[in-house]
């Protein structure tokens, strides 16, 4: 097969949710698995719904995840392109002008609902005389233009669907061109999808009534065979079964990582999720694309549970290695000698990345030491072995003290945490100890903020 080339097309009127996120990803990742080409393209043919900053931020919400464009083109500097595949429609009298206002239209569907009809268009503006056209156009009137669709049964064998087809009679002639001027976003999808030689167009099932248009409009403006293979994914809901919406501002890509959501977690949970695959954490985006396949899609709804997202996220964390951090670290100020078993340490017990701060506070910044248990306390500082300290050192001072105080488990361990660290709960003592270290440890076993 030739290599393949896929492109993502949103449409910059708001920031992308993860539902978009998803369809970026598989078509990144199917890009990256055979080594094709990703474009990026703006559907910003609403010039009055699309801004410049929509597509910016979109453009850094996909960076985040690591999709990087192979290139990027916008569909409001290409309506030259348009506008000669709606002159070749005309020629090939495939593209009709009607006149017809909403209101019309609407009377028209209700009739034929009360008669049992389906309420498709009648093709009334098909039947105009010149004469009749001059006069509407005398009286103020602009048309808009539909397809005139082939009343044919259209199949694809959709590359996640399998075997699909839709009887073209049973549907109106779409409108392409407004009675402005302005697309709809049919027509300028396929001229581009032609022109930039897209291979496979993978989009969500929400387009499938779409495809058979689509395919007429390949097969008049390119020849017969001419259309890209389709597949279509089944679309994220949320837990209560509805639709993802961009106005469902809280699962914003941004709005994840503004939470602190791990970017390899987004990408595995929407790419992962609705499918034969488990859901589970990877150490890279090239761990995802090997195993991509359209064929592990699942034909239900699937559904997101921010809860599960959190609980990848963490899990996502806690297998990183120092090096996949190292940056991230150093970043936070986090670096020098005890930089990769401080990770070590710590990386088990964070929700986000964020928390890694609070941590190093406690090994290398103040902390008041929380008294529990004065008599435990007074001995382990009498018992604290002499430097150097490794993950060893832990269990030899705890039994040195264990003979010298009647206390074990949580009664023995539990002042020493709260002394040492001044919280609760946290990553093994024995790997603390070494990091924070003699001088600190005493102080803050006799009581003293260190
Ligand atoms: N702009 C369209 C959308 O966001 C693109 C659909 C397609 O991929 O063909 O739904």
Redesign the pocket.
């Known amino acids: 097969m030739p290599l393949p080339v896929v492109r993502f ?3 910059p009127t708001g920031r992308i949710h993860i539902g978009n996120a998803r369809t970026a990803l598989m078509n990144f990742l199917f890009a990256q698995k055979f080594h094709g080409r990703f474009i990026l393209r703006f ?1 910003d043919t609403d010039v009055a719904r699309s801004t410049e900053e929509y597509a910016a931020g979109i453009e850094s919400d996909l960076a985040w995840l690591g999709v990087v464009p192979d290139a990027s083109v916008r569909q409001s500097q290409r309506f030259g392109l348009y506008d000669a595949a709606a002159e070749k429609l005309r020629a090939l009298g495939r593209l009709y002008p009607a006149y017809e206002t909403e209101e019309e239209l609407e009377r028209r569907r209700r009739r034929q609902q009360a008669r049992g009809l389906p309420p498709i268009y009648d093709r009334d503006a098909l039947r105009l005389t010149a004469a009749e056209r001059a006069r509407l156009e005398a009286e103020g009137r602009r048309p808009h233009w539909r397809l005139k669709l082939d009343p044919v049964v259209v199949r694809w064998n959709d590359l996640v669907r399998g075997e699909s087809h839709i009887d073209c009679a049973s549907l109106s002639d779409p409108v392409l061109v407004r009675e402005d001027g302005t697309y709809l ?1 049919t027509l300028p ?1 396929v001229v581009d999808d032609i022109d930039l030689k897209v291979t496979h ?1 993978i ?2 099932e929400d ?1 499938v009534t779409n495809t058979a248009v689509q395919i007429q409009l390949f097969e008049a403006l390119a020849g017969h065979g001419s259309a890209s293979l389709f597949g279509h994914h089944n679309l994220l809901a949320s837990a209560s079964g509805e639709g993802l919406s961009k106005r469902s501002g809280t699962l914003s890509i941004a709005a994840l990582r503004e939470e602190g959501i791990e970017p390899l977690a987004v990408a595995a949970y929407a790419v992962l999720t609705g499918t034969s695959d488990s859901v589970r954490p990877v150490r890279a985006l090239d761990e995802l694309a090997a195993e991509f396949d359209l064929q592990h899609i699942s034909r239900t709804q699937a559904r997101f549970d921010p809860a599960e997202l959190r609980s990848l996220s963490a899990r996502t964390l806690h297998q990183m290695s120092f090096e996949d951090v190292r940056e991230r670290l150093a970043a936070a100020g986090i670096a020098g000698a005890k930089a990769e078993n401080f990770w070590l340490a710590v990386r088990g017990n964070l929700a986000t990345f964020g928390e890694v701060a609070e941590w190093w506070q406690v090994i290398v910044g103040e902390i008041a030491p929380r008294v529990e248990d004065a008599e435990v306390l007074a001995a382990a500082r009498d018992t604290l072995p002499k430097e150097p300290w490794d993950e060893a050192t832990f269990a030899r001072w705890t039994a040195l003290l264990r003979a010298r105080v009647d206390r074990k488990g949580k009664a023995l361990f539990h002042p020493l945490r709260l002394a040492l660290t001044g919280c609760e709960q946290g990553p093994e003592l024995a790997a603390l100890l070494p990091l924070i270290g003699r001088t600190k440890a005493e102080a803050r076993l006799s009581g003293h903020a260190a």
């Open positions: 097309a949103p449409s559907d976003y999808s167009v989009r969500g387009h």
